[in-house]
Each structure stands twice: as C-alpha cells, then as structure tokens.
C-alpha cells in the first residue's frame, strides 16, 4: 500500500483542565475522501486545528507526505500543500470574488499576473465566473462557500480539509456543494471533511473517523461505522436519529 498523504499520530491537546483531543491517531490515503463525525465538542475542529498548525499538540505529530509537519506555522503548511475551508467562512467582505481567491494564490506566487490568472481559473472552477467581481459580502451563503472553495483550492493544496463546508445550505444547495466536491476529489485533490450531516458522510466519504470526548471511537467504512453500536449510543439524544 502507498505511504498515506497524512499521518495524524497520538495527538493531544489540552485546554486549560479540558483534554479536547485525546491521543488520536488515524490516517488518510491519497485520492480518498475522509469523513469526520462526532458529536458537538468532540474535538472534530482542534483536531483541525492541530493538523493545520493553528494549535500546537502537546504530545504527537502529524506527517504529511512521510514529512513531520508537528509545530509549523499555518503559512508554512500551507505552501506544503495542506488547505483548509472554516467553519465560518472568512472572506474578506469589503473585496472581489477574485481578489479574495487572489489572496489565496498569492501564497505560491509573488507574480501578480500568475496570481490573477491562477484565482481566474479557481473561480471558474468553483462555478463564480459570472460573479468574479462581485463584492464578497454580497454573495449568497452558497456563493460564500465556494468562494471560500476557491480561495483553498488556489494556495494549489494536495489535501483540502473541509470543516462543516455544508453548513447552512438547503437541501438542494446540499447537493450542489455535494457535485463541487466530487469536482475537486477528480481533479485529484484528497480531503478530509467534518460533517453533521450523516446522509452527507454516507454520500462522500470512502471512510469514516468517529470522535467521542476528544478521542477516537470508531473508523471504517461509513455503512459499518452507523451501525457501530458505541457510535449509535455517543449520538443517542443528540439527534442522530434525525439526522442519519
Ligand atoms: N481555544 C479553546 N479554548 C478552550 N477550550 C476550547 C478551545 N477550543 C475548543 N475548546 C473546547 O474543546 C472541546 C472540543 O471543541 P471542538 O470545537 O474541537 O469540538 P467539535 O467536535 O469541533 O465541536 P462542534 O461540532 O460543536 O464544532 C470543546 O469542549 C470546546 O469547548
């Protein structure tokens, strides 16, 4: 088997006399789409955080491409192909679709030109063409996301994580979000997504992670892990029901 695009090994961290994250280890294999679940405070967006090099682990490492990533600056792991979507989106309000995305490509390239070009293509991409020069702050919350798409997928990332990308949306924006991300997983990009929504997990991902105060509580395809019965009992009153 090839060597995994991450490796995420005896992760913890603590906040304060919380321990959010709690000695996680699990992997993601190249071209595949990772789901991460659990219930709210789980510490599905530390674990995120971590990864990503917004927070420091106090113990463990995290590998990407069998390079330790553990304690790089966001920037820095980012130039090293490794993106990330928020939870709540942050465009800057006050610019363009494409100066937004612009930002995000600016990371590889100090050419302006190249930039321009490359958030273009980004833009396009995600479906914003017709609204490249729209003032972010006006777009629709679907637009939002992917502008926030575009702008991760112009820092030209090998592995995207996306955190609660489909927050907000309808049902049938769901959907458009759900086509935009399999448009993403074709052009050859890994991800990893935290999800609430467990039709969406069932839909998208090839595996599944499950997280329970902080640790890991299941992993395995999405059919095994909803029918895991510790998974079934960490959601019961929680809404799994309404939600699966
Ligand atoms: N910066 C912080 N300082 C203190 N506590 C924090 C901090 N960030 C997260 N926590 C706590 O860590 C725990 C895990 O939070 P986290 O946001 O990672 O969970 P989550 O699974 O992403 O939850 P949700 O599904 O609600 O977004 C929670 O109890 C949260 O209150």
């Not at 995420?8 to 959010?20: D, I, M, Y």
């Not at 769901?174 to 052009?187: F, G, R, S, Y």
Request: aromatic share 6%; net charge neutral; with cysteine.
């Amino acid at each position: 088997m090839s060597q995994p695009i991450l490796e995420v090994n005896h992760l913890s961290k603590r906040f304060r006399g919380l321990l959010a994250v709690n000695d996680l280890s699990f992997h993601v294999n190249k071209g595949e789409i990772l789901g991460v679940i659990g219930p709210n405070g789980a510490g599905k967006s530390t674990t995120f955080n971590l990864i990503t090099g917004v927070y420091s682990p106090d113990t463990g490492e995290v590998k990407l491409n069998g390079q330790n990533i553990t304690g790089l600056s966001p920037n820095e792991i980012c130039k090293k192909g490794l993106s990330r979507t928020f939870q709540v989106t942050r465009p800057f309000g006050d610019m363009t679709v494409l100066q937004n995305v612009m930002v995000g490509a600016f990371l590889n390239t100090p050419n302006p030109r190249r930039a321009e070009q490359q958030a273009l293509e980004m833009v396009e991409f995600v479906g914003l063409g017709d609204k490249k020069h729209a003032v972010a702050r006006t777009l629709s919350i679907i637009d939002q996301r992917r502008l926030e798409f575009a702008r991760s997928l112009a820092t030209e990332p090998a592995l995207l994580l996306l955190d609660e990308a489909l927050a907000g949306l309808n049902a049938m924006e769901v959907e458009e979000a759900i086509e935009l991300i399999w448009k993403v997983k074709d052009a050859g990009v890994t991800l990893v997504v935290i999800e609430h929504v467990m039709k969406v997990i069932n839909t998208i991902s090839n595996r599944v992670v499950v997280l329970n105060f902080g640790a890991k509580l299941a992993e395995g395809v999405p059919k095994e892990v909803m029918n895991n019965s510790a998974v079934i009992e960490a959601y019961l009153g929680k809404g799994f029901a309404q939600h699966a």
